[in-house]
């Protein structure tokens, strides 16, 4: 079964620039997650959706950044404008019920130049 | 609220010796603990979780963990090491009721050395 998909893997751009990162949660699964892994900070959820509804963007970091849902099967996180202090990994995660174990994918490596 | 200690940011055994990672846990409620293996490059993989059953928990690639109330920890073991479980782990704790977000430790890198 295919898991959780992202793109692009690697992302590297100038300052400035708008971003957009995509993300395919596993077919079935209700929950939708936007994390953001860097040295300093670890681990940070971002947003999470359920059922393509937004319910906590407590840790979206300030209004360049922005997440969507148009469906059940792709997100988007997007940054505009980026800033070099946003390269991190992002990662998506995907769980079915509550409950349900998160399940990550490969997230993708962003550099602002 | 609810947060995980790892209490050892680097772990380094050798391969065939036994492997102990620790985690801490504070939380007002009984809560949902699991153990997540991150490889270079790669996303997060679930090793095993618990979520009120049994205290003690078995998890893929022999690893498991035992639930202490009584010490607030989670501690991940496996009897012995293998060269592929080189990487990152993180202790994560979940707040009961239905709740979706996760609280991740900082890490414990494990480094196997043959």
């Known amino acids: 079964d295919a898991g959780v998909i992202q793109s692009p893997r690697h992302e590297v751009t100038e300052m400035g620039q708008e971003v957009t990162l995509r993300c395919k949660p596993i077919?079935?699964?209700?929950?939708l997650f936007w994390y953001r892994q860097t040295m300093m900070r670890g681990l940070e959820l971002l947003i999470y959706?359920?059922?393509?509804?937004?319910?906590?963007d407590s840790g979206m970091p300030e209004d360049r950044f922005s997440a969507k849902m148009p469906n059940a099967s792709f997100s988007t996180l997007k940054i505009q404008p980026s800033e070099p202090r946003d390269s991190a990994v992002y990662f998506c995660?995907?769980?079915?019920?509550?409950?349900?174990?998160?399940?990550f994918g490969d997230g993708t490596r962003l550099s602002i130049l | 609220a609810q947060s995980v200690t790892q209490l050892d940011s680097h772990v380094s055994v050798s391969e065939g010796t036994p492997v102990l990672l620790r985690c801490n846990y504070s939380?007002?409620?009984?809560?949902?603990l699991f153990w997540y293996v991150q490889h270079p490059n790669k996303g997060l993989q679930l090793l095993l979780k618990?979520?009120?059953?049994?205290?003690l928990v078995k998890g893929i690639n022999g690893f498991e963990a035992e639930f202490k109330k009584s010490e607030t920890s989670f501690h991940l073991t496996k009897p012995s090491a293998h060269m592929s479980d080189a990487a990152e782990y993180f202790c994560?704790?979940?707040?009961?009721?239905?709740?979706?977000?996760?609280?991740f430790g900082q890490g414990t890198r494990l480094t196997i050395n043959p």
């Open positions: 994560v704790v979940r707040a009961p009721g239905g709740a979706q977000k996760l609280v």
């Open positions: 939380s007002s409620y009984s809560p949902s």
């Open positions: 959706f359920n059922n393509n509804v937004p319910i906590d």
């Open positions: 618990y979520t009120s059953a049994a205290t």
């Open positions: 077919s079935g699964h209700d929950y």
């Open positions: 995660a995907s769980s079915g019920q509550s409950n349900q174990p998160q399940h």
